[in-house]
């Protein structure tokens, strides 16, 4: 997908230091939640995901915090890399299974 | 498995003309998703299916715009006629299950002159 010109919110930040990529959902019947990274030109992959029984989970070099009295969710990137730089979607599945997702913010790491 | 498929990569069209996009979900995944990503609107959500059933298209722009998943491996949104506001990136995906992540395909970018 291409998101040169998008008017998304940018973090930037230096290689090596933490990321945190907020976003605010819409939906307090969503119970499932779900990141993803979009580079320039292709889809968007998935990282990580949360059930909304629990408010924090780990992967490798990530962590989703879930705050469900504020709607909240956030994407922490440990020791941010050249390679994360892309596009990063949270999105909520509500009633259905329907998926559906947030605008976006672009991370660019700074060497 | 090679992943959602989507075809093709790149349409260019004429106004008026219709256009037809195409996917190939991954095989035993009970859930696909249409989306269309610009830069106004972001990444919306179209329509999805459920076992080949359409489930919600509320997502859907207009009446130019339908879907149709007549199998369980194979799905098109068909434009007709298309406009020039059409022109952005189709985004199929595909899903095996409640609670699962969803399979991104590598996107149509569509543009309508």
């Known amino acids: 997908g291409e998101n040169v010109g998008l008017h998304l919110p940018t973090l930037s930040v230096q290689e090596g230091d933490n990321s945190i990529i907020n976003c605010a959902y819409s939906?307090?019947?969503?119970?499932?939640f779900i990141w993803y990274k979009q580079e320039s030109g292709k889809g968007p992959q998935f990282i990580i995901d949360?059930?909304?029984?629990?408010d924090k989970r780990q992967g490798q070099r990530v962590t989703v915090l879930l705050n469900k009295t504020v709607k909240h969710l956030s994407l922490q990137i440990a020791a941010t890399q050249p390679g994360d730089s892309a596009v990063y979607f949270c999105?909520?599945?509500?009633?259905?299974?329907?998926?559906?997702f947030g605008g976006g913010t672009r991370v660019l790491v700074k060497p | 498995d090679a992943g959602v498929i989507q075809s093709p990569r790149h349409e260019v069209t004429e106004m008026g003309q219709e256009v037809t996009l195409r996917c190939k979900p991954i095989?035993?995944?009970?859930?696909l998703f249409w989306y269309r990503q610009t830069m106004m609107r972001g990444l919306e959500l179209l329509i999805y299916?459920?076992?080949?059933?359409?489930?919600?298209d509320s997502g859907m722009p207009e009446d130019r715009f339908s879907a149709k998943m007549p199998n369980a491996s194979f799905s098109t949104l068909k434009i007709q006629p298309s406009e020039p506001r059409d022109s952005a990136v189709y985004f199929c995906?595909?899903?095996?299950?409640?609670?699962?992540?969803?399979?991104f395909g590598q996107g149509t970018r569509l543009t309508v002159v």
């Open positions: 995906a595909s899903m095996r299950q409640a609670n699962t992540e969803a399979f």
């Open positions: 299916f459920n076992n080949n059933v359409p489930i919600d």
């Open positions: 095989s035993g995944h009970d859930y």
């Open positions: 939906n307090s019947a969503s119970d499932y």
């Open positions: 949360i059930r909304s029984n629990m």
């Open positions: 999105g909520e599945r509500a009633a259905g299974n329907k998926l559906t």
